[in-house]
């Protein structure tokens, strides 16, 4: 049980472009989902936390207005990076904590290789 | 400032040995620690948690001890074996509040464990 999963695993963009990625939570209702991102060799960076029907919070210095974040429905939360460039390209995970025993534990996804070009 | 720390960035182990990973914490605030194991381009594998009323956690070969007054946690993989060789990151949070369920990582510490 507990399983996460993205979509796409890896995708190449132009610069310029939007790109979005979901978030899915397989077999139990996330109600928290979590954004991260990862920099080669370095640990996960939080970039925002998401609550399903409200605003997703964001930590300081992540711009909400590129990184937007939408959690419509329990099992669902997508991030759309708008108007992509170079330095975008990262890993992104994102994670999924929910009720009963996963609510303190986040069920993190796979990943997504994102490389703008 | 970095809240969570995992001072080796590595630690090779003969298999069949035990493997123990540190990590340190500075926020008083957190009281549930987790355990993930990470391969490249893959998200993170939830292995272990603690909760801070306890001092430890088994689970199979795994096994979490917690010294709340040193601020110290530790993973134990007892005995090692290849296929745990990967990125083992300690997570802290704080369940109360407005930080709930926001995890802050350490950063990392690569495990080998040779054949």
């Known amino acids: 049980g507990a399983v996460v999963s993205q979509h796409p695993s890896r995708v190449i963009c132009k610069s310029g472009t939007s790109v979005k990625i979901e978030c899915r939570s397989l077999?139990?209702?996330?109600?928290?989902m979590f954004w991260y991102r990862q920099f080669p060799k370095k640990s996960l960076m939080l970039m925002a936390t998401?609550?399903?029907?409200?605003?997703?919070?964001?930590e300081q210095g992540v711009e909400k207005d590129k990184f937007l974040i939408n959690h419509a429905s329990l099992t669902l939360s997508t991030l759309t990076v708008t108007s992509a460039h170079p330095e975008d390209s990262s890993f992104y995970i994102c994670s999924a904590s929910g009720t009963g025993r996963e609510t303190d534990t986040q069920y993190f996804g796979p990943g997504t290789r994102l490389t703008v070009l | 400032d970095q809240q969570v720390k995992q001072n080796s960035p590595s630690l090779s182990v003969q298999e069949g040995r035990i493997s123990i990973l540190n990590c340190d914490y500075t926020?008083?605030?957190?009281?549930?620690f987790l355990w993930y194991k990470k391969y490249p381009a893959e998200g993170p594998t939830f292995l272990i948690s603690?909760?801070?009323?306890?001092d430890k956690n088994e689970d199979g070969r795994f096994t979490v001890f917690l010294n709340k007054s040193a601020k110290h946690l530790s993973l134990h993989i007892v005995p090692s074996q290849p296929g745990d060789s990967a990125v083992y990151f300690c997570?802290?949070?704080?369940?109360?509040?407005?930080?709930?369920?926001?995890?802050?990582f350490g950063q990392g510490t690569i495990l080998t464990v040779h054949p």
């Open positions: 998401s609550n399903e029907g409200s605003k997703a919070t964001y």
């Open positions: 997570a802290a949070s704080a369940t109360g509040g407005t930080s709930y369920g926001k995890l802050t």
């Open positions: 926020n008083s605030m957190f009281d549930y």
């Open positions: 077999d139990f209702q996330a109600t928290t």
């Open positions: 603690i909760s801070s009323i306890k």
